[in-house]
Every structure is written in C-alpha cells, then in structure tokens.
C-alpha cells in the first residue's frame, strides 16, 4: 500500500475523512480532544462496515455456504492483519476480544489462576488504568498473590531506578502501559521487558493509547502480552485484541466457554480448539474485526511514524500555548510524551472547566480518567484532559487556549 512521505501528508485533507468533525455543537465549531476515550471513525472504516452487513453477512466458522465462507474469510484475514500490524509471529497469537479491558481481564483470569500462587507478585505502576489495576486485584484476592507497584515521579515518569528493587524473582508478571492516559507519559517498554525477563516475570503491555499512535512491533520489544482496543484507533467500539506470545498462548486454559472453541463435546467434558479460536467462545464481533482491519488499512497509508510526529507536534505546541493561561499546571513530562495533556487551572475545578469549554464545542474530558490512585498521587480530585489524534489541527489549540481565557475570566 501506498505510504505518503512523512512531511508530506496533508493532515486537512483526511480530517475531510472524518464526518463528525464537521458538526457545529452548541452553534459552534466542534473542536474534539478527547480521542483518548475514543477516536472519531473515517469513512473508509464506515463504509468497510456498512458493505459487510450489506453484502456478506453470515456466521463464521460454521455454515458450509457461500456467504460464511466468505464471513470466515474476512474475519480470518483480519485477524492476519493484526498479526502484521504488531509485528507478530503469527495470526494463532492475536485473540479478538472485546477491549482492553477484556484483554486484560482474560489474562488475569485465565493465565492467572493457573500460574501465580500464594506469595507470587504482580508488578504493575502507579499510572495504571483502572482497567490494568482492577482485574489483578480482584486475581490476587483469589489467589493469595501480592501487589507492588512501581512509584511515579513528579515529573510522570516512573521511578526507573527502584526497579532493580523492585522486580525480585517472586514476581511472576509485569503489567504497565506504554502511555499513560492521564500524564501522556511514553514508557520504555523494551526496556522495562527485558528487566523483567531478566526475573524470569511475563510481561504485559498495555497498549491502549499508543497502538494507533505510533509504530509496535511486538517482536522487538520482546513483550508476551499486549492489548489494545480498536475504538481509540479509527475502529468500531467492542472490538479489541490480546497479542500473546505464542508458547504462553498455548499453555493457558480456556476462558469463557460455549461454541466456536471445543473439537469435541460430551456431555461430561469437552475437548478444546488452540489458541486464538479456544478463547473465542459464541458468536464473535465479526463485522468489528472487519471494521478493525479496515482501520488498521486507513492507518498504515497515513503511516505511524508520521502520525506520531503529528502527536508529537500537537503535544509540544499545546504546552507551549497551556502555560500562557494564568494559575495553569501541566501534569505529565515537559518532552516525550503522547497526543494529551492533563491540566488543572487554579481558576476552576476540572469538572466546571470541562462543562464550560463545552458550550463553545470543545470536547475534553474532566475527572481522574479512570486513574484514581494517580490522581491521589498527585493530590488531585481530577484533571482536565485534552487528548489529540491525526486529524487535529493547532488551530484548534488556539481556540481551546482563547476559551480558556473566557473561563479564568468568568470563573473569577
Ligand atoms: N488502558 C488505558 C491506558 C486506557 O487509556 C484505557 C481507556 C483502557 C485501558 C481501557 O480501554 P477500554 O477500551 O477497554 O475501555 N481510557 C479511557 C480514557 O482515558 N478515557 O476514557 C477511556
């Protein structure tokens, strides 16, 4: 596929890919950042969508008949597309799931309780989604296992130097995430993948806000897990994807059970497919996969090298621009980091800024954005989050800077 050279892409031209963006919102222009809770959808992924249902809607994996085979296909090679968008070795290591959350959740369940014992230690960071906290709560309750975590630094970084410390050999997985959805911060997976390993721990990568932003290739950084959602990347909601590396794929029992996943059934036990298909129990979200592919397609012709340096740029000119405005404080690293910056303003409490800037068409999002215990870190009630993707221009920044302005005046 054609990959048009990194300067010289014309991000106005795809934002006309984008219908939504097009929308006034209470008579305004709609400025959105907030693609970090979910990224608007070209039409090209629309269009993907609407031609499945259309034309070759049918179950997979079961029908002998055109429109299944057909049905089968299309999800099959999705799956394919995956596998080359991260660099895996094969499609067998790409699980479709829900999200994330999902992702997360399945590896906790499954993998969890047949590997980790009383006494085992699950590694995660200060800066974690709830969605990457939560599920190894509740997997150490059952368990008997132990929490640790690594410290975030007052700039947002984490506290690379206790890591030594910190990853014994009772820790048997590393969860962390490669960019914080509240600080922006980027991690160095590599780098923290191979400490791990060094203790014989798994590693588990989420990527939530960085696999549409920026090139992975699941081989180099040497991660056995990474999840990802398709909605924060120009994909369908519910659709999302586990990578796991395929020697520890294959050593997890199955998840949910039902359909699509056993060889063989009785009605005392069941016999159950490999990996990917063992984890994909019912009815899958077929026309998400397809529409995933298709975002995946619509991503790779942009290329991500020029995405991120789009990121990149918006991230540097809006904290040049945010530390203009009065009582400002950005949280998060001064370089280096994602397409987002959390803020709080001593004119207003994030929940009243957000509401604000909303009555002039600007999307943020206000609150502790699923991370509370940062935000308790920190000494925060909560943030106010623009968050960018491609399709963002910094007029757009402009504008969120002059409504600011408009709040610090009318809040004092
Ligand atoms: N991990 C990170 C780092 C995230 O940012 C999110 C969603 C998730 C996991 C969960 O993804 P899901 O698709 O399964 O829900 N983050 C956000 C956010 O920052 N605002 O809304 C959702």
């Known amino acids: 596929m054609h990959k048009l050279p990194v300067s010289d892409v014309d991000w106005k031209v795809i934002r006309n890919d984008f219908p939504i963006l097009a929308r006034r919102v209470h008579g305004h222009p709609l400025v959105y950042f907030d693609s970090a809770a979910t990224s608007q959808k070209p039409r090209q992924v629309l269009e993907k969508v609407r031609h499945y249902y259309e034309y070759e809607n049918a179950n997979v994996h079961r029908g002998l008949h055109e429109l299944s085979s057909r049905a089968t296909e299309a999800y099959e090679s999705s799956r394919q597309r995956v596998a080359n968008y991260l660099g895996a070795a094969s499609a067998d290591e790409i699980v479709f799931t829900r999200g994330t959350t999902e992702s997360i959740n399945l590896v906790a369940q499954a993998w969890g309780e047949k590997f980790l014992r009383e006494g085992s230690v699950i590694l995660l960071t200060e800066m974690e989604h709830h969605s990457n906290l939560v599920p190894w709560q509740l997997l150490a309750e059952r368990v008997s296992a132990r929490l640790r975590f690594v410290p975030v630094r007052d700039d947002g970084t984490l506290a690379l130097d206790q890591l030594s410390s910190l990853l014994t050999p009772e820790v048997k997985l590393f969860a962390f995430t490669h960019v914080s959805n509240s600080l922006g911060t980027i991690n160095p ?20 806000q960085s696999a549409g932003h920026m090139p992975i290739d699941v081989q180099e950084l040497t991660c056995d897990f990474l999840a990802f959602s398709g909605h924060k990347m120009c994909g369908p909601t519910g659709i999302g994807v586990l990578y796991g590396r395929g020697e520890i794929l294959d050593t997890i029992p199955p998840w949910h059970g039902g359909g699509e996943m056993i060889t063989s059934v009785t009605l005392e036990k069941s016999a159950f497919k490999r990996a ?27 290329g991500r090298p020029a995405i991120f340096e789009h990121d990149v740029e918006l991230a540097r000119y809006a904290m040049q621009r945010l530390v203009e405005l009065p009582g400002m404080r950005v949280l998060g690293p001064p370089t280096e980091r994602g397409a987002l910056v959390g803020f709080v303003m001593d004119a207003a409490h994030p929940h009243d800024l957000t509401t604000f800037a909303d009555r002039y068409g600007l999307a943020m ?6 991370n509370q215990p940062l935000m ?32 610090t005046r009318f809040f004092s």
């Open 189 to 208: 997976v590599s780098e923290l993948c191979q400490k791990a390993r060094a203790v014989g721990a798994i590693t588990l990568v989420d990527a939530a």
């Open 276 to 302: 990917p298909h063992r984890f994909e129990a019912g009815t899958p979200n077929i026309a998400g996969a397809i529409g995933l592919a298709a975002a995946i397609d619509y991503l790779e012709r942009i």
């Open 365 to 370: 999002r206000g609150g502790h954005h699923c």
């Open 376 to 407: 308790r870190r920190f000494g925060l009630p909560g943030t106010t989050r623009a968050s960018f993707y491609f399709y963002n221009t910094s007029e757009e920044i402009d504008r969120m800077v002059e409504i600011l302005h408009a709040a």
